[in-house]
């Protein structure tokens, strides 16, 4: 059934009004009818099953037939620090690691970097990639759309990263080495609600000063299997397998 | 160090000769000198460390200073049956499914597959896939390079299976139904050497004949968490799976 997620300011006790875009895809690309039924998800995850009542171009009233139980997301909250990537590899991060679940992409600067990130077009940048994730946590079936943060730099990282229960770092030297016990052994102990702050870096890797300050701060190097991923596969690799071991391993 | 696939033929007891391309890349892109040093990958999965000897613009000629012993590669063989999909998928599946390990990959008309195959450009489309794989084997420093195959029908699909080990199809009404265990009680199961072919509908899935012809011949159908994933996103979690199970779990 077709998913769209609303605020809460557009939810009222028996009803929901969904606006603009939405209302346009609900009458215009798929043509639906009032009496016919659809998904909605408020911002703090909550799903309703609802019935079309009336229906223009760019509004849309559906009442609420009943407040559903859906389990659709990890169990823990996943953060994808992606160190800024060259071209449109971000997009490609964000909507792949939103179907996979990821609960917020927080891009840094990292010190091979080599992007330009512009205030103002950066501003647009981000609008665009927070309809991409809404896009894709819609087709994903998805009950929570995983947040976009405006780029930080390194050092902002760090201070952030006390937030979180778990902090690793993918790390390509572990993988030469053949490392391969540090991802497991913390998937092995996280518990529902526990937090993960997982670090990416761009292409070229993080410096040897990156990763050594993130061990100074609490971060766990990992090896992500026995091959050199490119840094767009790397977060999908690490949510798979957060998915694997929570949801999936008996 | 930089990585190169060669063929057999390439290779004598002390001198591996390398070609075109590859010869122009490590001339003209590496801008590498005799002295330098490279990895060759053979065609049945040997490295050997070589030094640079003569070096023109299209041919190279390289010593062997060792075969090294190198484990790259998963320890099983992953092959992706993808149905057909729109665009440029299939090259983003290949390349983003090579470095995570996949050792083949076998495209097939899906019910649901639109994309017209013309016999004439197709031939061109898989040279075009098999360079994507060469370059994403290289990058990864991966010691094989995967095989594409020509696309091939749904029946021949059903006949092929009965060479592999396990067989599973990703069927989103499982991960819709809650279906969590099959994917892994099969990865328990999975020795060293065995074969897994994964099955992946196109846009919009497979169809419910397709679904029962394949259990009929004997695969396992398995949800990939809770959420429903893109069918270009689909073979990136299996093989992620297949890498976390058997490469990193203790």
């Known amino acids: 059934m077709q998913r769209y997620f609303v605020k809460n300011e557009q939810i009222t006790e028996k009803t929901i009004k969904i606006l603009a875009e939405d209302a346009h895809h609900i009458s215009r690309v798929m043509r639906m009818k009032p009496g016919e039924r659809i998904i909605c998800c408020s911002e703090d995850g909550q799903t309703a099953l609802c019935e079309i009542q009336e229906i223009t171009d760019d509004l849309c009233f559906v009442s609420i037939v009943e407040w559903i139980d859906e389990d659709k997301e990890l169990p823990i909250f996943v953060t994808i620090a992606q160190g800024l990537p ?17 609960s917020c992409f927080l891009p840094f600067f990292a010190s091979r970097s080599v992007v330009k990130w512009d ?21 994903s079936h998805r009950t929570r759309v995983p ?8 050092k902002k990282l760090l201070l952030d990263s006390v937030n979180y229960t778990y902090k690793i770092v993918a790390y390509e030297e572990d993988a030469k080495r053949g490392e391969k016990r540090n991802l497991s052994s913390i998937l092995q102990k996280v518990a529902p609600g526990d937090s993960l702050l997982a670090v990416i870096g761009p292409e070229g890797g993080l410096t040897e000063e990156e990763i050594s300050k993130l061990c100074d701060n609490g971060f ?15 977060p999908l690799y690490i949510l798979a ?4 071991h929570t ?3 008996g």
Chains 1, 2 share one sequence.
């Open 220 to 234: 766990i190097t990992c090896s992500l299997g026995q091959r050199i991923l490119r840094t767009e596969t790397a």
């Open 147 to 154: 947040v976009i943060k405006d780029p930080i730099d390194f």
């Open 247 to 249: 949801e999936l391993l």
């Open 86 to 102: 060259k071209g449109d590899k971000l997009e490609l991060i964000i909507q792949k690691g939103t179907e996979m679940g990821a």
């Open 119 to 139: 205030e103002k077009k950066g501003r647009k940048k981000v609008e665009r990639f927070e309809k991409i994730a809404k896009e894709a946590a819609e087709q």
């Open 241 to 244: 397998a957060v998915s694997y």
